[in-house]
C-alpha cells in the first residue's frame, strides 16, 4: 500500500462517497482527470459485499480479532473455516443490538458497533490507497427510512452510523438519501428537464423518490426544491429470502408442521420461533447458544414427524443455518426471470431436496411486492402527481433484477420511460457527483 500524504486543505480532494449498503458497498472517489471514480474494492470489482468473517483462531490486532471483508469472508465461510460471518449489518442500526456484543468465535466477544466500524474502516483504506492521501470527509448513503413509521430510532439509526463513521477518522460527515444519488446518476442521460421516480430496491429497503432532472440543473448544489417527494418501506432483498427459506426450504425442518395426533385433541402446530431466527442472517448465530440448542433437543415429542426435528438439530448442531439462508438467496435469484430449480439440502439429509419455481416465488412474495409498489404509489401521491405525470422510472439496487417485482412496479405507470440503472453502483455514482458538488463547492 502506498504512503498517504496529509490531504488537510479544504481545497484538497481529501472527500470521498460510501454506499454502506445491506447487501454489497461501493466507494466513490475525486479523478484526477476531473469528476470522480468508483473505487475498485476487490481485484477490478468496484462492489464489495457487505460482509465480514471473524475467525476463531489467530491472534488480535490494533483493529480488533482476524477477520476477512467481502468476497474473501464470503469465501471462508463457504470453505468451513472456523469462524463467525457477518452479514446484513445495516440492518443492526436503530435497533438495540448495535451496543450489544457477540460471540465472534473462539470466545471472542464483539460489539455489533464495532463490527460496523470495522467495515467502515475498511472502505476509507482503500478509498485512501486509491487517492494516495488520507480522507477526513465523506457523503454516506441512507435509506429514506432505516426504520419505518418510528423516527425516534430512525435518527438513532443514522446517529449510530454518523458515530461510526466518526470512529474512523471521518471528521467532516454528511447524508444524502440513496434514492437522490441514484436520480443524480440518471440525471446525466436525461434528454431534457424530467420528473423521473427512483425505485431504489436493495437489501434491506425499497425506496422511492420523485425527483425533477434536467440537464439544466447539475450544477445546482442545493436541490431540495427539485426533491418533490420520498417514501420508501423496510422490505426488499433480505426479507424476500427470508418469506423464500420459510416458504420452500423449513417447511421440510418442521416449520409449520403439526404435533402429534393424540386422542380428543387437535394437533398443534410446532413452535416457529426457531425458524424465524434462522431465516434471518444476523439472528442465526442466536440458536446455536448451548442453552437454545438444548431446549430445541427437549422439544422431540412436539413433532408429529421426528424426522423434521432430526433435521432441525442438523441445521443447529453443525451450523448450516447461513448455508441455508444462502441456499434461499440462490433459489430466489434462480427464479428472478420465472425459472425453477431444485435446491439440493443432501448436506443435512441424503436425497432430500425442494422444488421452487415462480409460482412459489409469486406466494411467497406476493404480499411484500404488492407492499413495495404501494409505496410507489403513495410517493406519487405525496408529490401531489398522478402516474401520468411521471416520465421516467429509474430502477436500482440489486433486488430491481427480480423481474416479477419490477414488472409489477412499471405497470403503474405505463406511460413512463423505464430504464434499469446499474443494479449495484448508481447510488455510490451519484453520492460521489454530490460529494464532489458539496466539498468542491466549500473549498
Known amino acids: 500500500m502506498s504512503s498517504l500524504s496529509s490531504a488537510n486543505s479544504p481545497s484538497a480532494a481529501n ?21 470522480m471514480r468508483l473505487v475498485a474494492l476487490e481485484g477490478s470489482r468496484v ?3 457487505t460482509a465480514v468473517f471473524y475467525f476463531t483462531e489467530g491472534r488480535h490486532d490494533a483493529d480488533g480479532p482476524p477477520r476477512a471483508f467481502g468476497r474473501a469472508a464470503l469465501a471462508a465461510y463457504v470453505e468451513g473455516t472456523d469462524g463467525r460471518l457477518m452479514r446484513s449489518m445495516k440492518s443492526i442500526l436503530g ?5 450489544q456484543t457477540t460471540d465472534a468465535g473462539g470466545g471472542r466477544g464483539v460489539k455489533y458497533f464495532d463490527m460496523l466500524a470495522g467495515y467502515l474502516k475498511r472502505l476509507k483504506g482503500q478509498a485512501e490507497a486509491a487517492a494516495g492521501h488520507a480522507i477526513d ?3 454516506l448513503g441512507r435509506p429514506v427510512f432505516f426504520v419505518d413509521e418510528d423516527p425516534v430510532r430512525d435518527a438513532a439509526a443514522q446517529a449510530s452510523l454518523a458515530s461510526a463513521a466518526h470512529a474512523v477518522g471521518f471528521t467532516d460527515i454528511h447524508f444524502q438519501f440513496e434514492p437522490i444519488a441514484a436520480a443524480f446518476d440518471y440525471e446525466r442521460q436525461a434528454p431534457a428537464e424530467q420528473l423521473v421516480l427512483v425505485a431504489d430496491i436493495g437489501g434491506g429497503t425499497s425506496d422511492f423518490s420523485i425527483v425533477r432532472v434536467g ?32 416458504a420452500a426450504i423449513l417447511p421440510e425442518f418442521g416449520y409449520r408442521s403439526l404435533g402429534p395426533a393424540k386422542p380428543g385433541q387437535v394437533p398443534r402446530e410446532v413452535p416457529s420461533g426457531v425458524y424465524f431466527d434462522l431465516a434471518t442472517w444476523h439472528l442465526i448465530n442466536t440458536v446455536y447458544s448451548p442453552q437454545r440448542m438444548a431446549e430445541l433437543r427437549s422439544m422431540r415429542s412436539f413433532y408429529g414427524d421426528t424426522r423434521h426435528h432430526d433435521r432441525l438439530m442438523t441445521v443447529v448442531e453443525d451450523r448450516l443455518g447461513h448455508e441455508l439462508a444462502s441456499r434461499a438467496e440462490d433459489a430466489k435469484i434462480a427464479v428472478a426471470a420465472g425459472g425453477q430449480v431444485e435446491v439440493d439440502l443432501g448436506l443435512i439429509e441424503s436425497g432430500l431436496s425442494v422444488r421452487f419455481d415462480a409460482d412459489g416465488a409469486h406466494q411467497a412474495l406476493g404480499r411484500d411486492i404488492e407492499r413495495i409498489a404501494q409505496a410507489g404509489r403513495e410517493t406519487v401521491a405525496l408529490a401531489g402527481l398522478t402516474p401520468d405525470r ?15 417485482l419490477a414488472e409489477r412496479i412499471a405497470a403503474d405507470y405505463p406511460t413512463a420511460r423505464r430504464v434499469q440503472g446499474d443494479a449495484f453502483a448508481s447510488v455510490a455514482t451519484g453520492l460521489g457527483l454530490h460529494a464532489a458538488r458539496l466539498f468542491r463547492a466549500q473549498a
Open 15 to 35: 472527500f470521498c462517497a460510501i454506499d454502506f449498503g445491506t447487501s454489497n458497498s461501493a466507494v466513490a472517489i475525486p479523478d484526477p482527470a476531473g469528476g
Open 47 to 49: 462492489t464489495m459485499p
Open 95 to 99: 435497533s438495540s443490538l448495535i451496543d
Open 137 to 139: 470527509r465523506v457523503v
Open 215 to 246: 440537464p439544466e440543473r447539475m450544477a445546482r448544489l442545493d436541490r431540495r426544491e427539485d426533491i418533490l417527494a420520498n417514501h420508501g418501506v423496510h422490505i426488499a432483498g433480505t426479507d424476500f429470502d427470508r418469506h423464500v427459506e420459510l
Open 390 to 404: 411521471i416520465d421516467a422510472l429509474y430502477f436500482t439496487g440489486g433486488s430491481t433484477g427480480l423481474v416479477p
